[in-house]
């Protein structure tokens, strides 16, 4: 069974920062792109940022500047840096790895369970 599993979100003031990490654990054979979502109420869920094995990133406007996104193969464990944080960060985010269980299955999305991350004075 593949698990990833978040940790490090919190209530934040604007301006202030914060640390995600997501680790990958169980039987699998690859992984792709691991990479960060979010989800606010009323909203639909969305891509914050991505990093391939290789380590090529992608993020959103909103967030280019402040949040970086990094990853360590050899943990299969992925991070996101978040700073200069604003009110309209506040989302539940949820951890993706894009994976492999095994050698000829389809690549496919695992998502963690989600942390809460609320920006508020």
């Known amino acids: 069974q593949v698990r990833l599993v978040e940790s490090g979100g919190g209530l934040v003031q604007p301006g202030g920062s914060l640390g995600l990490s997501c680790a990958a654990s169980?039987?699998?054979?690859?992984?792709?792109?691991m990479g960060w979502y979010r989800q606010a109420p009323g909203k639909q869920r969305e891509l914050v940022a991505a990093?391939?094995?290789?380590?090529?990133?992608n993020y959103a406007d909103s967030v280019k500047g402040r949040f970086t996104i990094s990853r360590d193969n050899a943990k299969n464990t992925v991070y996101l840096q978040m700073n200069s944080l604003k009110p309209e960060d506040t989302a539940v985010y949820y951890c993706?790895?894009?994976?492999?269980?095994?050698?000829?299955?389809?690549?496919?999305?695992?998502w963690g369970q989600g942390t809460q991350v609320t920006v508020s004075s």
């Open positions: 169980g039987s699998f054979f690859s992984i792709n792109a």
């Open positions: 993706n790895a894009d994976l492999a269980r095994y050698y000829s299955d389809l690549y496919s999305y695992y």
């Open positions: 990093i391939t094995s290789g380590g090529r990133t």
